[in-house]
Nanobody
């Protein structure tokens, strides 16, 4: 497991942008797969994006073309650049980490149970 700390959330108008960061502790970051999930009030936590240890990326359909996930293995940090934000993007965004290196499909990366470490979350609010 690793410790994760998100930052970068806030209030933004529809159409605006935010960049979330997730700093990870430990020496195994580069071999881990990293994911972003979100949870709106009254809803289940849902997959947003993931980047595996090879650098391959995966996205939920509702963020394709708007969000970009990236990682910096020197800084032990994963990022989520969010553009063209919509009010329905309002949620608490969580960073998650899965052990590796190992082959993972988008189906497995989309599952909450695949991840062994979670951050505390950062609130993103998009006003209309």
């Amino acid at each position: 497991q690793v410790q994760l700390e998100e930052s970068g959330g806030g209030l933004v108008q529809a159409g605006g942008s935010l960049r979330l960061s997730c700093a990870a502790s430990g020496r195994t970051f580069s071999s881990r797969s990293m994911g972003w999930f979100r949870q709106a009030p009254g809803k289940e936590r849902e997959f947003v994006a993931a980047i595996i240890w090879t650098g391959s990326t995966y996205y939920a359909d509702f963020v394709k073309g708007r969000f970009t996930i990236s990682r910096d293995n020197v800084k032990n940090t994963v990022y989520l650049q969010m553009n063209s934000l919509k009010p329905e993007d309002t949620a608490v965004y969580y960073c998650a980490s899965a052990w590796g290196p190992r082959p993972l499909t988008q189906t497995s990366l989309s599952a909450v149970t695949e991840y062994d470490s979670w951050g505390q979350g950062t609130q993103v609010t998009v006003s209309s």
